[in-house]
């Protein structure tokens, strides 16, 4: 069975800012990993993945996430927050042989402030 | 042009109507999904087809069937519509996940349905 939990539903940092979303995963088979963002009223866009490659994995807009199998986590980070980075952003996890399934976290909705 | 477009993009419907919604793409990707929205923005996979085949069945009320004519199209037919199937659905495709798990999934712009 596979699960993810995002540590806070709601995240504020000011322009310029560190970004941290914090996303824990549960897998019983060695885990696929994503970060997906969704802007208001938008579907959703893939920020990066990791699939057993580089621990460390560089997405789109500046964004990064670290695989860390003793901690279960990929956390999302960005050195530099800006304000079109306001938006609501997903972890989830796959496994070979779920046919591709993603099993989402509940979201993180960032808040930049100027 | 839009890689994987829904219709309607909005649908206001009374309970116990029959309403469908219509996935397509031009990726030329093998594998379509249905996901569905809730309010408190929960994501969960419904369906999943890989040119043409069913391949993901989640637990879902048989009052949803999808139905893929052709691999770039992926619709969804709702029965019998109740309250709590208000929700944003989500098309999204892959090049072909079931033999690639890794690939990334384009998603729709949603469908908001509202059921009154």
């Known amino acids: 069975a596979q699960s993810v939990t995002q540590l806070g539903s709601h995240v504020s940092v000011s322009e310029g800012a560190l970004v941290l979303l914090r996303c824990n995963y549960s897998?019983?088979?060695?885990?696929?990993l994503f970060w997906y963002v969704q802007y208001p009223n938008q579907g959703l866009q893939l920020l990066l993945k990791y699939t057993s490659a580089a621990t460390l994995v560089k997405g789109i807009n500046g964004f990064e996430a670290e695989f860390k199998k003793s901690e279960t986590s990929f956390h999302l980070t960005k050195p530099s927050a800006h304000m079109s980075d306001a938006a609501e952003y997903f972890c989830a996890v796959s496994g070979r042989n779920q046919g591709g399934k993603l099993i989402f976290g509940q979201g993180t909705e960032l808040s930049v402030k100027p | 042009d839009t890689a994987v477009s829904q219709t309607p993009k909005y649908l206001v419907t009374q309970m116990g109507n029959d309403k469908s919604i219509k996935c397509e793409q031009n990726l030329g990707h093998d594998t379509m999904y249905w996901y569905k929205q809730d309010s408190k923005k929960f994501l969960k996979i419904m369906f999943s087809y890989n040119n043409k085949e069913l391949i993901i069945n989640e637990t879902v009320p048989n009052r949803f069937s999808p139905k893929s004519p052709d691999k770039a199209h992926l619709n969804l037919h709702i029965n019998s519509l109740e309250l709590g199937d208000s929700a944003v659905y989500f098309c999204?495709?892959?090049?072909?996940?079931?033999?690639?798990?890794?690939?990334?999934?384009?998603f729709g712009p949603g469908t908001r349905l509202t059921v009154l």
């Open positions: 999204a495709s892959s090049q072909d996940t079931v033999a690639a798990v890794t690939d990334t999934q384009y």
């Open positions: 897998s019983s088979v060695p885990p696929y």
